[in-house]
């Protein structure tokens, strides 16, 4: 299998390790092409028996130009208008019949439905996939949620399958944008989810009881009923830092929370945790919680979110770039 990648930040660089390692032939563009060369590097530092072939570009041209019809580009850049540059940049460079297009970052459902109606005027196929898992799951195994024509993803199933891996999975949601549309409610869900441990952990911060927040986390993480990953990262940002004086309160992020509450909106649906957690993360900038500190390291554990400006008891900057 053969591929071209596009896109190599936190996710897109530990999506295309993985496929590397999987025995996946991987041919890389990225505008900023020091995150090329870095891939390059950590690609060499691989293992794997069965590891596939890594072909560095300088431009779209020269991707398309590596790979063989039908040809199948993976897009893992920011929503909005980077995704409309390099469809636009593919088009330019040659991409054509029967090529397919797959966008896996976290566009909006509607903008993907547009793209995909867009393509197919031109007969170039267009896959929604939403992405999770984080940082982790991008290098051992990602949960992918797909959107588009059945056949072409039955076309391109052995690559959800190798991107799944032995501990994430994929599921094919339905026609062009369902694969989006699932993943904005996902994030809603997130959204709620990480607003109330925050705001569970804030009443035990305030309790008269000299509390070990770790203990906690590690206790809950183990045969409660709110046990979960969420909780397992919690503990380990609290091993990190126990009582996250590094960090201040402030969240950032908000817009797939935002679509969610929107299209709850215009579907009827009252959200009232999902708008709450969306009115605490701008409140945050203002007025930073301990409820924030909560939410920004849970965000750093999994995506590598930026957060603010201090630094963690061990003296590692925890703030990096979105």
Not at 11 to 37: I, T
Not at 89 to 117: H, P, Q, V
Not at 161 to 169: D, F, H, M, R, V
Request: charged share 25%; hydrophobic share 40%; proline share 2%.
């Amino acid at each position: 299998m053969r591929i071209g990648f596009i896109g190599l930040g936190r996710m897109g660089r530990a999506m295309a390790l993985h496929l590397l390692e999987e025995g996946v032939d991987v041919v890389v563009f990225n505008r900023r092409v020091e995150k090329v060369f870095e891939l390059d590097k950590e690609a060499r530092t691989l293992t794997s028996q069965s590891l596939g072939e890594l072909t560095k570009t300088s431009n779209i041209r020269e991707l398309i130009n590596n790979l063989d019809s039908p040809r199948i580009v993976i897009l893992m850049v920011p929503q909005g208008s980077p995704v409309d540059e390099m469809i636009t940049g593919l088009l330019e460079a040659g991409i054509t019949d029967g090529d397919i297009i797959i966008d896996a970052g976290n566009s909006f459902y509607k903008d993907s439905i547009a793209r995909y109606e867009n393509l197919k005027q031109k007969k170039i196929n267009f896959l929604d996939v939403g992405t999770s898992g984080g940082i982790e799951g991008a290098r051992k195994g990602a949960c992918l949620m797909i959107g588009g024509d059945l056949q072409v993803f039955r076309k391109v199933e052995p690559f959800f399958k190798t991107i799944a891996g032995k501990i994430g999975s994929y599921e094919y949601f339905g026609p062009s944008g369902a694969g989006h549309f699932v993943k904005m409610v996902h994030n809603g869900v997130e959204y709620g989810m990480l607003q109330s441990l925050g705001e569970g952990f804030e009443i035990l911060s305030k309790s008269t009881y000299d509390l070990d927040f770790e203990k906690i986390a590690r206790s809950w993480s183990r045969g409660s009923v709110v046990r979960g990953w969420l909780v397992e990262l919690l503990e380990k940002a609290f091993q990190d830092d126990p009582k996250l004086e590094g960090i201040e309160g402030i969240i950032g992020g908000g817009i797939t929370g935002m679509w969610t509450h929107q299209t709850a909106k215009e579907l009827g649906v009252s959200t009232p945790a999902i708008e709450v957690a969306l009115n605490a993360r701008e409140k945050s900038k203002i007025e930073p919680t301990f409820t924030g500190k909560i939410i920004a390291a849970l965000r750093y554990q999994f995506g590598q979110h930026e957060v603010v400006n201090k630094t963690s008891v061990k003296g590692e900057a925890l703030s990096v770039k979105k």
